[in-house]
């Protein structure tokens, strides 16, 4: 029977670099380009980043959830010294975010820092969410919300990140350049992969339908940011469609959860996709 005090540095540690490195630097990447250097033709509308605040409320139960016997085996032995990791490297990012300078290579530079590091991010909450997707299902209601809810939401928002962060890199400044052929095609392989993304967060295993809805409306974000007058007819729309079939996606895996029946996938009652995995 696991005691409060068990693991105690590593509990200690998850609040210190919570409360140091998380709060208030994330919103950073808000106002007022939304976490890139620049305006691009994938910016999505501010609203989404709030999806920070859903993210660091639910872990603030966590901090607490961990001093219990089921969050100790799920936060300790599931995640361990990952999330004091993870907690740095969102803070990094979003200060490379944020930062802006007058030079155009300075900028250039600070956008591939953060395209390098939201990388590293992905890469770190990956980890996290396939262990304990794997090997910590959730036990409880509070299993669920305090764990498996949260890192759901932000390995989903980790991946719409990487790619607002690769087109501020590496794409074209929205704000000064129209977008030509080859920005067109980028975006809409960009959304393409968005969508099959979120796709693949019902369809895979037993199904994450919060993940697939965040990267869902984060392509409704996109949408509405990107409008005909700022983006062109073909952007806009794309976005729309995208959004529309990811939507689909999440709607019958999420009725399929509800009313036991099979999912999307055609998997047997058993089998079917709850809310998260």
């Given at each position: ?124 909450v990956s980890h996290i969410y396939r262990s304990i997707k794997l090997h910590h299902p959730p036990k409880n209601l509070l299993d669920t919300a305090f764990v498996h809810v949260p890192f759901s939401l ?24 129209p977008a030509g052929i080859f920005t067109k095609i980028f975006v809409f392989i960009a959304l393409l992969l968005l969508e099959g993304t979120a796709a693949a967060y019902v369809f895979a295993g037993h ?71």
């Amino acid at each position: 029977m696991a005691h409060w005090k068990d693991h105690l540095a590593l509990k200690v540690t998850n609040i210190i670099t919570f409360l140091l490195f998380t709060g208030g630097s994330s919103y950073a990447s808000l106002p007022p380009f939304f976490g890139a250097a620049h305006p691009t033709y994938l910016t999505p509308e501010s609203w989404i980043f709030g999806t920070w605040g859903i993210i660091h409320l639910l872990l603030i139960g966590m901090l607490v959830y961990q001093f219990t016997e089921t969050g100790y085996h799920t936060v300790v032995q599931g995640i361990g010294w990952r999330f004091p990791l993870l907690c740095l490297l969102t803070a990094v990012y979003s200060t490379l975010s944020s930062s802006y300078a007058n030079s155009k290579t300075t900028d250039f530079v600070i956008s591939i820092l953060a395209f390098v590091t939201i990388a590293f991010v992905g890469a770190t909450v990956s980890h996290i969410y396939r262990s304990i997707k794997l090997h910590h299902p959730p036990k409880n209601l509070l299993d669920t919300a305090f764990v498996h809810v949260p890192f759901s939401l932000f390995h989903g928002f980790s991946v719409v990140l990487l790619f607002v962060a690769g087109f501020s890199a590496f794409g074209v400044n929205a704000a000064l350049h129209p977008a030509g052929i080859f920005t067109k095609i980028f975006v809409f392989i960009a959304l393409l992969l968005l969508e099959g993304t979120a796709a693949a967060y019902v369809f895979a295993g037993h199904g994450d339908v919060v993940g697939a809805a965040v990267i869902s409306l984060s392509i409704l974000a996109i949408y509405n940011h990107q409008t005909i007058a700022r983006a062109g007819e073909f952007i806009h729309y794309s976005a729309l469609a995208f959004f529309i079939i990811s939507l689909i996606a999440v709607l019958r895996a999420t009725i399929a959860a509800f009313t036991g029946r099979t999912n999307v996938g055609g998997a047997t009652d058993e089998e079917r996709a709850p809310l998260v995995g």
